[in-house]
């Protein structure tokens, strides 16, 4: 992957403000943080409050995990032998969150374009792998991770100059040394963003370039299972229409970034034509059309909460009342926040302002844990804590949701991940610095 001015970009100097920019985070003292080793022996944390978000919350409970893998959650919990225990009594266990939608992995520093690689060249790129593009010791993993998020469903394209179809999109674990190791499942959805209506004429000029993106891409599969079934000569690889393929065959869903009414009645509409699974992504007007989004089952990825109106008609609250619309309509949904890998930290509070505006807190919890691994298909995996789920959980002193709540530990798939994250590290630092003022002035 490459960004869209990544060629001019390398045709030119490096502006001198970017090196300078660049060679002070690099002199910095905060340093990326040590991914965790994986479990070696059985973990219980006892003593705690378990919400597994799956059920009923269990008080004063254990929760085992061996391998990266919940064994057993109760108040009668059998040990086996050599298990580490951990007293978290009057503490708190959730499920590690989701972030739905995140350019985590391949965006730095925006004013150094060497380090973002969000857009590759071109209108239709459905053959960008994202996870090939990761960079697995970003500073904002570990700050991410930090806040409670433990899975990152890392998305190319996004903002101005976005493709037509960007690729697909990967979920990350946040923890881990390679983008091998943190890949939980690749090809999670094919990334379109919809054209803006408001142009008539390009409007429909990237509608027709769509469509005949996926009449070649069908054509292509025709011809490569004439060829499988032995019924018609080879046909030359392609990796854009091969990457399509699963797409066609309804095995990985199609994300249409539309905000817009009438975007997101057009994208059903054509989703229908097109014989496809179909995910919302923004959905700004998703409360006014939800008899439609039930009655063809398409699930809504909420992209922002903590907002002002995007039109200057709508009431202050517009935004934030959205999950809670949704949530009475019987949308299914989840919560993203902003893609923005800096910001990933926020997320929890984006839930917790729709809980705020109307939506029930448990419901909020589960925008961020449950219900994007329902969306995404990797409920079997991560989301709640039960048996035979990755040990994806955070140790906590209230609901993640509540600004006041400090995220204590995290462990990713068993591993006790560090928590000395680079915003902890300048803490510290400046700590200190008003420690030894303060002891040569004498106070």
Known sequence: MRNL????????????SALLLLSLLLSSPAVAQTPAAPQSQPVALTGGTIHTLAGETVENGTILFENGIITAIGTDVELPAGTL??????????????????????????????????NEVGPINPNV????????????????????VTTSVTTPGGGWGSPLIAGQSAAMMMDGWTWEEMTLQAGLGMMVSWPNPGNARNYARQLGELRDAFADARAYMTAVRAHEAGNAPRHDFDSRWHAMMPVLDGDMPVVVGANDMRQIQDAITWAQEEGVRLIILGGRDAHLVTEHLIAYEVPVLITTVQSSPSRWWEP??????????????????????????????RLPFEAGTAAAFGLPVEEALKSLTVYPAQIF????????????????????????????????QVYVQGRKSDMNDMHRQFFQRYSEKIRQRQAASGR
């Open 5 to 16: 001015n990544f060629n001019r970009v390398m045709r030119a100097f490096v502006p001198v």
């Open 316 to 345: 202050y609250n517009a935004w934030y009342e959205l999950p809670a619309q949704l949530h009475r309509a019987g949308v299914t949904f989840a919560i993203a926040g902003s893609n923005n890998a800096a910001n990933v930290n």
């Open 377 to 408: 298909g990797l409920d079997d995996r991560i989301g709640s804590l039960q048996p035979g789920l990755h040990a994806d959980l955070l140790i906590t002193t209230g609901n993640p949701i509540e600004y006041s709540t400090r995220v204590e």
């Open 129 to 148: 792998r994202v996870e090939r593009a990761f960079h697995a010791a970003s500073r904002h993993i570990g700050v991410a991770r930090s806040a409670g």
């Open 85 to 118: 225990v951990e007293d978290i009594t009057g503490k708190h266990v959730y499920p590690g969150l989701i972030d739905a939608w995140s350019q985590m992995g391949i965006f730095e520093i925006s004013a150094v374009e060497m380090t973002l690689d969000i």
